[in-house]
């Protein structure tokens, strides 16, 4: 079974861009977290969906916005982009039996975003 | 509010020698899990141990075990005969709202020396 990939690894942007990043789920998981995690900090939830539907969103603003597409994959969008944006971006899936547990969820490697 | 809290940023131990990490947590639920998650160079987040918050048993998973005190809202683990392998980041965790996100700590940076 594969798990959860992401892409690109690295991505380096100007002030002012606006940038989309990719994760395609482990097969069988049907809801997709994204997670900014900035150097040295824990991951910080940004939002997650659940059968293409935004099901949650943590403390960022609506220039962070997402999608997810019927086969489950997803895409994180960051518009108008901040100095204070240049984190790593994790995506985690998770499968509907364990949705409402907490656990289940399977990470990505994340994407390296750097803002100049 | 729904917190936790890390309070050694890096810790260092010798190869086999036992090492404890710390975290404390407030939440206002009274059924909850509680994780920890290893994060090494590879950047990904691996679940190393959950803890059910109604259970009075600690988890154990192998070397792996943590010391979970709900009263004092207190959730260590206990790595005993360290390998190299096990230097990383570690990250203690509480599901939060329903399950919908994970509330993460801030870290220990853990070295494990040869």
């Known amino acids: 079974e594969t798990g959860v990939t992401q892409s690109p690894t690295h991505l380096i942007k100007t002030r002012g861009q606006q940038v989309t990043l990719r994760c395609s789920s482990q097969s069988g998981h049907n809801t997709v977290s994204w997670y900014q995690q900035a150097l040295g900090q824990g991951p910080q939830f940004i939002f997650q969906?659940?059968?293409?539907?935004?099901?949650g969103r943590g403390n960022f603003p609506p220039r962070f916005s997402g999608l997810q597409f019927p086969n489950y994959s997803s895409e994180l969008n960051v518009n108008a982009l901040e100095l204070d944006d240049s984190a790593l971006y994790l995506c985690?899936?998770?499968?509907?039996?364990?949705?409402?547990?907490?656990?289940?969820?399977?990470f990505g490697s994340g994407t390296r975003l750097t803002v100049v | 509010a729904q917190t936790v809290t890390q309070s050694q940023p890096e810790m260092s131990v010798q190869e086999a020698e036992t090492v404890t990490l710390s975290c404390t947590y407030d939440?206002?639920?009274?059924?909850?899990?509680l994780f920890w998650y290893k994060q090494p160079p590879s950047r990904q987040m691996i679940l190393v141990i959950r803890q059910e918050a109604y259970k009075q048993q600690n988890a154990t998973e192998n070397r792996f075990s943590v010391n979970f005190q709900k009263a004092a809202k207190s959730f260590s683990l206990k790595i005993s005969d360290s390998q190299l392998g096990d230097t990383a980041m570690y990250f203690c965790a509480l599901p939060i709202q329903g399950a919908q996100k994970l509330v993460f700590g801030q870290g220990t940076r853990l070295t494990i020396n040869p």
């Open positions: 969906y659940y059968r293409e539907e935004e099901n």
């Open positions: 985690a899936s998770s499968p509907e039996s364990l949705r409402q547990a907490g656990y289940g969820y399977t």
């Open positions: 939440t206002s639920e009274n059924n909850y899990y």
